[in-house]
T-cell receptor, first 109, second 119 residues
């Protein structure tokens, strides 16, 4: 059974600082890994998808890396803004998604 | 561009009542998933369909839960004899799956969820 862990559980930074969110997983037999954003009481918005054969994926200020051999992924958010405040979830896809508990980010103006 | 929609968005019910949720996937998507999310946790897989066939059910899905996807379009999730422990956000997702295709790029798109509170 896939176990996904996200560290830290919460993070508070001043505006402009770069964010580093970590995700680890136990089973490397995945098709891809997705990072999602969730605002309080809302559904999930897909941010980035990294295919199993890829090492990195970028979208704007977001960059995600994947190291399947060590079971790790990292999401980097450059130059954080108050609008980045949300919970960030990583999910491993082996036809169904296995999620971590998320990292709740607060960006202080 | 119509995304995944869910109805209702919120449901309050008394313990022992039955409830039914609906999910309308993105129109060309052949796979539909149900997940449940409790406070402070990530979503947990419940079940999924490929077209109208239900291919897997999680052990989380007790016999009080049933899901259908008639004609491979919308799906319903019914909970019978609700319990307080059923209080959660129920999320639906859909994707386009092609056998032998680029499964590594399969992306699941989520709806806004149905928040259930059982009193």
């Amino acid at each position: 059974k896939q176990e996904v862990t996200q560290i830290p559980a919460a993070l508070s930074v001043p505006e402009g600082e770069n964010l580093v969110l970590n995700c680890s997983f136990t089973d490397s037999a995945i098709y891809n890994l997705q990072w999602f954003r969730q605002d309080p009481g809302k559904g999930l918005t897909s941010l980035l998808l990294i295919q199993s054969s890829q090492r990195e994926q970028t979208s704007g200020r977001l960059n995600a890396s994947l190291d399947k051999s060590s079971g790790r992924s990292t999401l980097y958010i450059a130059a954080s803004q108050p609008g980045d405040s949300a919970t960030y979830l990583c999910a491993c896809n082996d036809y169904k998604l296995s999620f971590g508990a998320g990292t709740t980010v607060t960006v202080r103006a | 561009d119509t995304g995944v929609s869910q109805d209702p968005r919120h449901k309050i019910t008394k313990r022992g009542q039955n409830v039914t949720f609906r999910c309308d996937p993105i129109s060309e998507h052949n796979r539909l998933y149900w997940y449940r999310q409790t406070l402070g946790q990530g979503p947990e897989f419940l079940t999924y369909f490929q077209n109208e066939a239900q291919l897997e059910k999680s052990r989380l899905l007790s016999d009080r839960f049933s899901a259908e996807r008639p004609k491979g379009s919308f799906s319903t999730l019914e909970i019978q004899r609700t319990e307080q422990g059923d209080s959660a956000m129920y999320l639906c997702a859909s994707s386009s799956w092609t056998s032998g295709g680029a499964v590594s790029s399969e992306t699941q798109y989520f709806g806004p969820g149905t928040r259930l509170l059982v009193l």
